[in-house]
């Protein structure tokens, strides 16, 4: 069974860091591509960033620069460090399963709020 647990959200200020983690479980996370998209409040679902087994990552142009993907294989766990958090970052958070993907395996996400 796949499970997937996300943590690190919270309230920033704009310009501001968070780092999300993802603890994953149930299927071979060494070998499978995963991915972080958000949704925010009645807005579609946005893939965010990609990463491979091996370490390739792609981004958004809505990130790219800002935030960056990576992952620990031995700790099946994902990450995703955000710097310089704008307001039109504020989303809820989800980690999943694929290349690009915004689904269909998530967890239960987590909030990231960028406010003054």
């Known amino acids: 069974q796949v499970q997937l647990v996300e943590s690190g959200g919270g309230l920033v200020e704009p310009g501001g860091s968070l780092r999300l983690s993802c603890t994953a479980s149930g299927f071979t996370f060494t070998s499978a591509p995963m991915s972080w998209y958000r949704q925010a409040p009645g807005k579609e679902r946005e893939w965010v960033a990609s990463?491979?087994?091996?370490?390739?990552?792609d981004h958004s142009d809505s990130v790219k620069g800002r935030f960056t993907i990576s992952r620990d294989n031995a700790v099946a766990t994902l990450y995703l460090q955000m710097y310089s958090l704008k307001f039109e970052d504020t989303a809820h958070y989800y980690c999943?399963?694929?290349?690009?993907?915004?689904?269909?395996?998530r967890g239960q996400g987590t909030q990231v709020t960028v406010s003054s």
């Open positions: 990463i491979t087994g091996v370490g390739t990552t």
């Open positions: 999943t399963r694929g290349w690009r993907a915004t689904g269909p395996d």
